[in-house]
């Protein structure tokens, strides 16, 4: 995909971080697994998107309340009842909020539908929003793409279009949450950002409505890699990381277990953010 006087100049800075900067079409290719030599950026220096559309809203969380405020995060584990691996991977993130004394308010099997979640996330009460479950994206329809809740509903990208104040960084640890839609036939900019809430996926929806922090999977992930990922991902953010050197940490950890799925998780946003907070 790329020519040689593009491959000379990545490799010439492999130590820095790569930002891949990409339209809905160019969303379809795996970045993460890009090789420059015989090197990875996404394991050098580090490898974040970011997604460029004309209905893409200003990000919409309060950096205010992370300076005065202890943390808030929303969990949602297991809505379905049927991932063990989603439910040891939100008792152990439970254990590690905790012990560094961040608020958590859990969302587990059948207490986590989809009003309860759209009603959590309107409070605009959460700096960080994690979900452990099913997640599935239909190429051909798109908008019924989304996370599996309780009995079964899916939350899609139209459910979040009227939200106000969002978390700063949503992590969907579900397969194929990070999934961008095909981009459709050329419309005028009002009818494409009314589409948002009809037509995209729950990545596309989630940022096009302001998310500034959004990490999925572009396949279907294992319950260990997933496990793994999350809970380095979060102790390095607790320890005032940046979150691009987070989710390097995360990749390099799932490489030392010889897991491909550390090409899997994709970062759409700043890898200069940094959760600032009490803890």
């Known amino acids: 995909l790329l020519p ?18 990409h339209d809905a079409e160019a969303s379809r290719v795996p970045w993460e697994v890009l090789c420059i030599g015989a090197s990875h950026p996404a394991l050098a220096g580090g490898l974040s998107r970011r997604y460029t559309s004309d209905a893409l809203s200003v990000a919409r969380w ?34 590690l909020f905790s012990r560094r004394n961040v608020a958590c308010d859990v969302l587990a099997g059948r207490d986590a539908t989809r009003a309860r979640i759209v009603a959590a996330l309107g409070s605009g009460a959460f700096d960080i929003l994690h979900f452990a479950g099913h997640a599935f994206f239909d190429a051909r329809r798109p908008e019924t793409s989304g996370l599996v809740c309780a009995g079964k509903e899916v939350l899609q990208a139209g459910h979040l279009g009227n939200l106000g104040t969002l978390p700063a960084l949503v992590f969907c640890n579900a397969c194929e949450a990070a999934r961008v839609r095909k981009p459709a036939a050329r419309k005028s900019y009002a009818r494409r950002a009314a589409a948002v809430r009809s037509m995209t996926g729950i990545a596309e929806g989630l940022l096009a409505s302001g998310v500034a922090n959004f990490i999925g999977t572009h396949w279907p992930v294992g319950d ?20 691009g050197d987070a989710v390097l940490a995360g990749r390099r950890g799932l490489q030392q277990i010889a897991s491909v799925d550390w090409a899997d998780y994709v970062h759409y946003g700043s890898p200069d953010f940094r959760l600032t907070s009490k803890v």
Do not use: C, K
């Not at 040689?4 to 900067?21: I, Y």
């Open 4 to 21: 040689a006087s593009v491959r000379a100049g990545l490799e010439a800075m492999q130590s820095r971080p790569l930002v891949v900067v």
């Open 224 to 243: 260990e890699s997933a496990y793994a990922f999350s809970n380095t991902l979060y102790e390095s953010l607790l320890r005032g990381t940046r979150l």
């Open 62 to 95: 309060r950096d205010d309340r992370n300076l005065t405020d202890a943390l808030r995060v929303l969990l949602i584990v297991d809505p379905t009842q049927d991932l063990p691996g989603a439910a040891a991977e939100g008792a152990a993130l439970q254990q």
